[in-house]
């Protein structure tokens, strides 16, 4: 049952996808891809979650299905304490797609290039029938400034080509920000920017968020991006969450094998400081056909003959940090 107090509530989430038969084999019950394979977690008004890990790990199938972008195979949504997954009418979608917006990866294939900056921006604001033509401008004038594209006029008659890549990023948060939404998906925010914008732009997204309250989640590969932006990580893996907690701890602290490879794969830019590497295999089983008990089991260091008999429950250790381990149940 969904409760006012969060904004995101995802209970057991799921995303299959069918795979196409191949020739002389008949389809069978199994032949599906698990991107997403009961994922669940709740976030209250202007927290913010990163999901990380491997690619292929189900992190922006989690982001589609939270923006209703794609529908569950299984699980529940709730969006304010409304089901999501119940929305039929073009009306109620379209409220609350105005709720829920994205910053896309790519800047450059974000926007239209036919367009310039005044007529994506405007864009939001025709569909969802905001303002008079004068208060559009206005409010296109003002979130540009929100965003340090100042002075705004300078930019409303440009193309996309003619802007760089950290305005141009710019101009996707600005476009998200316009019809007051009150979650966000940022998926990979910064990076196709240079590494001498990206702190800006962070920087930039951080305030904003803060300011308005909004409710974030960041998906990214970068585990210090995540910890400088976000008040809980999610370690994600085939389809799964396997840790979850306040973002310093566990950063700081991982208790699951698979968080700890992560963490020591990350550079220190320190000599005098040894990073112990964790070692695991490289070979990832296949989502399609995944093996009983535990999903890490094959690439585990400290695999036992429970952890291939037995899935773990994925239960919490602290206040707020959960994990799926057995190794974290004795």
């Known amino acids: 049952m969904a409760t006012s107090d969060y904004i995101i509530e995802l209970h057991q989430a799921k995303k299959f996808f069918p795979i196409r038969p191949k020739l002389f084999r008949r389809s069978g019950s199994d032949d599906y891809l698990k991107a997403v394979n009961g994922v669940s977690f709740k976030l209250k008004q202007g927290e913010s979650l990163g999901l990380a890990g491997e690619s292929g790990c189900g992190k922006t199938t989690t982001g589609k299905i939270l923006l209703k972008l794609c529908a569950m195979t299984g699980g529940s949504y709730f969006f304010k304490g409304r089901d999501i997954t119940t929305l039929t009418a073009k009306e109620e979608i379209k409220s609350f797609r105005k709720q829920a917006q994205l910053i896309f990866q790519n800047p450059y294939d974000a926007l239209n290039p036919r367009f310039t900056i005044y007529r994506s921006l405007l864009e939001p604001l025709i569909i969802h029938n905001l303002g008079t033509q004068q208060e559009r401008r206005d409010m296109i004038r003002a979130v540009m400034e929100r965003v340090n594209l100042k002075p705004a006029e300078t930019f409303f008659e440009k193309y996309p080509h003619q802007m760089s890549g950290g305005q141009l990023q710019r101009v996707v948060l600005a476009r998200a920000l316009i019809v007051d939404p009150a979650?966000?998906?940022?998926?990979?925010?910064?990076?196709?920017?240079?590494?001498?914008?990206?702190?800006?732009?962070?920087?930039?997204?951080?305030?904003?968020?803060?300011?308005?309250?909004?409710?974030?989640?960041?998906?990214?590969?970068?585990?210090?991006?995540?910890?400088?932006?976000?008040?809980?990580?999610?370690?994600?893996?085939?389809?799964?969450?396997?840790?979850?907690?306040?973002?310093?701890?566990?950063?700081?602290?991982?208790?699951?094998?698979?968080?700890?490879?992560?963490?020591?794969?990350?550079?220190?830019?320190?000599?005098?400081?040894?990073?112990?590497?964790?070692?695991?295999?490289?070979?990832?089983?296949?989502?399609?056909?995944?093996?009983?008990?535990?999903?890490?089991?094959?690439r585990c260091p400290v695999v036992t003959q429970l952890c291939r008999q037995e899935e773990p429950v994925f239960s919490e250790v602290a206040a707020g940090h959960r994990v799926a381990c057995h190794q974290a149940e004795t």
């Open 183 to 298: 979650f966000i998906v940022a998926d990979e925010p910064v990076s196709m920017l240079d590494v001498s914008v990206r702190a800006g732009v962070l920087n930039l997204m951080k305030e904003i968020t803060e300011k308005m309250d909004l409710t974030t989640v960041y998906i990214s590969h970068d585990l210090s991006l995540i910890q400088y932006m976000c008040d809980y990580t999610a370690i994600m893996y085939l389809g799964k969450i396997v840790e979850l907690g306040p973002s310093r701890e566990l950063i700081a602290a991982p208790i699951h094998p698979y968080t700890k490879a992560l963490i020591s794969a990350v550079p220190i830019p320190d000599p005098d400081v040894a990073n112990e590497a964790v070692n695991i295999s490289n070979n990832v089983p296949s989502p399609i056909n995944l093996p009983p008990g535990c999903i890490f089991q094959d």
